[in-house]
């Protein structure tokens, strides 16, 4: 959400890694590797200030379109 603390973030990603991680038991189906990497490229946006504001600026642009 976009109210979401800094810790709400990382604890979803880490309940989130483990559960979509290639190498967990019983997924060998090659989806999870696709939802791993897309996983890990949105918290790598939400850990940096300045890409959660271009974001946010992209939003509204899109909006008032």
Do not use: W
């Not at 997924?27 to 890409?51: C, E, I, S, T």
Request: charged fraction near 35%.
């Amino acid at each position: 959400s976009k109210t979401a603390t800094e810790s709400d973030v990382k604890k979803s990603f880490r309940y989130f890694s483990r559960f979509y991680h290639p190498d967990r038991i019983g997924h060998g189906d090659g989806g999870d590797d696709r939802h791993f990497r897309n996983l890990q490229k949105a918290y790598d946006v939400l850990m940096k200030p300045k890409l959660i504001k271009l974001c946010r600026i992209h939003e509204k642009t899109e909006v008032n379109l």
